[in-house]
């Protein structure tokens, strides 16, 4: 039997970390490149604006430390959009099907193919 898709919300506290974990590195690596349009377009703003704001006062810390920092101080609101998002994961906290990258190259092909 096929285990069902597990939703961020399904995870234990380990799985989950690493679901975090993996998502701000993504979204720091995307900050970095002013390319947020994709995850702007759901409606997450309010929360990607404060995330936004944490990362704005602390671009002096290191990346390993902004991303620790982030985490450790925005968890709920980067879960928010996670929530929002609503990709499956595996039981560990790894997406089921795709990469973080993946997920975004397939919304950005979309939209440049009109869908």
Do not use: C
């Not at 069902?4 to 690596?29: R, W």
């Not at 900050?31 to 602390?58: C, F, G, P, Q």
């Amino acid at each position: 039997m096929q285990n069902p898709d597990l939703t961020i919300s399904d995870l234990d506290e380990t799985a989950q970390n690493t679901a975090l974990t993996d998502f701000v590195h993504f979204y720091l690596k995307h900050y970095r490149t002013n390319d947020l349009e994709i995850l702007a377009s759901y409606k997450v703003d309010y929360a990607m604006n404060d995330i936004n704001m944490y990362i704005y006062a602390n671009l002096n810390f290191s990346p390993d430390q902004l991303a620790a920092g982030v985490l450790a101080n925005k968890r709920d609101l980067f879960l928010t959009i996670l929530k929002t998002v609503n990709l499956p994961y595996t039981a560990s906290g790894t997406l089921k099907d795709l990469t973080w990258d993946g997920w975004y190259a397939q919304q950005y092909a979309g939209i440049a193919e009109g869908k």
